[in-house]
């Protein structure tokens, strides 16, 4: 079906809208807007920029998608913001396109929860399945990773990641970056990883095999202050080199975080016209 818009909202001739696109009132998009089939916008939503957004998606009343990116640099260059699918957005949630630096763009993936006030800063990275809960604060050039959740009132400080099923605990102050597989939480006092998130592995399916080893590994790396060349050099020894997928990502994670600056990888590459390889989630390390 045809899209279907609220005589009360501004929709630019230009935007392209999908099939069964659906408007309320008092909405405003941009010209250089693409909206993919199925999506709604509710009421009091902006979408600006050069924005492409995929099918299935929702945004909640006085959502502001793809606005300028907050940085002083900032030039007025057509900077992008992409997202895929199925995504939900609630109420007052702002999604800020790329500034001109990395490769200009802001990226949202797929099936992802962003509960009301939750921002995105310009450059960010949001993966596919997370929670950004309540009023959660991400910072310029933040990757958030597959089936992470981010808890609500967290701020995470610009460069930072944080890595595939990972917990971030409510109103955290996050500084560093946050492997993979870890339940972390603290506020002006200090951030530290706690344990792993073992229910978030179960429910992803994680064998018990592997989350043991995993339990083995967090009280090495972040009770004992093992280091990781160490660690990782006793799990190949005795798993003869096969090391589960889960494992081997945390040990990528931490060795990339640990050539970065200010216990953040990506924070070495502040000043780099070109965007740095990203981090390998679990699933990418097999």
Known sequence: MPPEISPLSQVHPWAVLGQDV??????????????????????????????????????????VIGGEPQDVGYSGAPTRLIMGDDNHCREGVTVHRGAEKEDHTTRIGSHNLMMVHAHVGHNCHVYDHTTLVNDVLLGGHVHVHDHAIVSGGTAVHQFCSIGTLAFVGGQSTVRQDVAPCMFGDGGNDGFRIVKINDVGMRRSGVSEDSIQLMKRAHRMLFRRREK???????????????????????????????????????????????????????????
Do not use: M
């Open 22 to 63: 659906k408007i309320g009132p008092f909405c405003d998009v941009g010209p250089d807007v693409v909206i993919g089939d199925g999506t709604l916008l509710e009421s009091h939503c902006s979408i600006l920029g050069h924005t492409v957004i995929g099918s299935g998606n929702r945004f909640g009343h006085g959502c």
């Open 228 to 286: 990781i060349a160490a660690v990782r050099a006793s799990f190949e020894e005795e798993l003869n080199g096969k090391l589960p997928q889960e494992l081997r990502g945390l040990f990528e994670f931490i060795e990339r975080q640990q050539s970065g600056k200010a216990g953040r990888y990506r924070e070495s590459f502040r000043d780099w016209n070109e965007p740095p390889a990203d981090e390998l989630s679990p699933a990418q390390a097999a």
